[in-house]
T-cell receptor
């Protein structure tokens, strides 16, 4: 199957950490991605991780990959109101150009 | 200096009409894509082209026809528009490379069929 699952909503207080989770299906996926979509806007690539890595850190963003459980997470440290958006994980399906997107997690940051 | 651009940004039209959405990328990428995002924000690939050749063609009605006049352009033509075609359509592009073939997205075209 090609289902990539995410929880639909996450609400955090400004300054706290946010963790957005994703479960994917294709164990042969070589790359997994996180995209951010602000209201009325397109998709912005945040980061990606290669499947032979367990963790990747990029400033406030930390990506964790558990290949055994096919679980990907995105941690945002010191979450700001500007981080409020929908976050999509995506896997490259079967080493093709095809990206399978998750259902998206709507992150709301309140003061 | 928009990397991936789409026109129009908004498109409101009546059922049965034929319309086109244009996409251009100035990144020198080899592959371009069309995605559809429905009202629940689900994103699904429709087509991909590599160097003007169709590579991916998901189960999309044949009312949708992509056209790639050159490597930098991938247009989407839709015949006999239906209410269910209302969605946001995103164009994207990527380059064959070892770094993950990251796809870069355009700003989207919001299509509303009345």
């Amino acid at each position: 199957g090609e289902d990539v699952e995410q929880s639909l909503f996450l609400s955090v207080r400004e300054g706290d950490s946010s963790v957005i989770n994703c479960t994917y299906t294709d164990s042969s996926s070589t790359y997994l991605y996180w995209y951010k979509q602000e209201p009325g806007a397109g998709l912005q690539l945040l980061t990606y991780i290669f499947s032979n890595m367990d963790m990747k850190q990029d400033q406030r963003l930390t990506v964790l990959l558990n290949k055994k459980d096919k679980h990907l997470s995105l941690r945002i440290a010191d979450t700001q109101t500007g981080d409020s958006a929908i976050y999509f994980c995506a896997e490259r399906f079967d080493n093709t150009d095809k990206l399978i997107f998750g259902t998206g997690t709507r992150l709301q940051v309140f003061p | 200096d928009t990397a991936v651009s789409q026109t129009p940004k908004y498109l409101v039209t009546q059922m049965g009409n034929d319309k086109s959405i244009k996409c251009e990328q100035n990144l020198g990428h080899d592959t371009m894509y069309w995605y559809k995002q429905d009202s629940k924000k689900f994103l699904k690939i429709m087509f991909s082209y590599n160097n003007k050749e169709l590579i991916i063609n998901e189960t999309v009605p044949n009312r949708f026809s992509p056209k790639s006049p050159d490597k930098a352009h991938l247009n989407l033509h839709i015949n006999s528009l239906e209410l269910g075609d209302s969605a946001v359509y995103f164009c994207a592009s990527s380059q064959d490379e070892l770094g993950g073939e990251t796809q870069y997205f355009g700003p989207g075209t919001r299509l509303l069929v009345l």
